[in-house]
């Protein structure tokens, strides 16, 4: 296999790019600041793209690749990637379900514990010497027993309605239909139904168009100025300017925020808020976890190569 060529998008994580390198002719995309040389010369040789949650296949990076088989996303999500565009060209494509279910769910949970219980806010009042010079922390607000909403019920929107269980909370969900496997959960028909019965909201759904700001100002509102938003989905779920604006103003009680609407970039309204909790999109960001997400980047690969079934086909 050392003479297929796999075009990996971007830096992701080095065993990977170890493992890849050992196995496959690897180019790595960001080394060639001129892309279209890149492309002119290689694209040809091309067979694989790994991608992932930053950079994925969109359609021109498709329609460059003639040679292109299969993309196998280095995410759970495939929002970066032209999923019409590859099931029309029949190019396979393969994500990381299951494996990072645990982390994004344990941290979403971390989110809500944090936002609530101003944790980061604490530390710095501990690091600042505030309990020296000012006493006492303010009192801050219960988790056990809130009840979480939840924007998609799927692994990962399970895992955290597990998780919230543990803690007594009550679990409602909004998703396109209601679930068989969730009856002692309840089902809202929409996300403004779901975000008048909450305090704690959170998204767990995956990025299409019709999940595109499906928190908006009129799901805000509906949560209200006690209300807590926790979105370890996509940044792009949120309306992002409307979500600071109620903070700003005081029209929503919090957030925690593991994603953002153009990362790296974060609005520095929010590095001013103590009511919100800011995590650089590490939801899947363990060892243990981003090491089995690599090892199916690369079984996929390798399956795949072999005419063997693909281990968690998407398309
Ligand atoms: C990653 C993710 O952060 O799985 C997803 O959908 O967003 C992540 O696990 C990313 O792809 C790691 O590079």
Known sequence: ???IGVLMTCPMNTYLEQELDKRFKLFRFWHFPQEQTFLKEHSATIRAVVGNASIGANANLIDALPSLEIVSSFSVGLDKVDLPKCKD?????????DVLTEDVADLAIGLM??????LCESDRY?????????G???LTSKFSGKSVGIIGLGRIGLAIAKRAEAFDCPISYYSRSPKATSKSYKYYPTVVDLASNCEILVVACALTEETRHIINREVIDALGAEGVVINIGRGPHIDEAELVSALVEGRLGGAGLDVFENEPGVPEQLFELENVVLAPHVGSGTNETRKAMADLVIGNLEAHFLNKPLLTPVV
């Open 113 to 118: 514990i944090a936002t609530l219980r101003r």
């Open 89 to 97: 060209k029949r190019i396979r494509v393969t994500n990381t379900p």
């Open 136 to 138: 006492d922390f303010k």
């Open 1 to 3: 296999m050392e003479s």
């Open 126 to 134: 501990v690091r600042g010497g505030l309990w020296k010079k000012k």
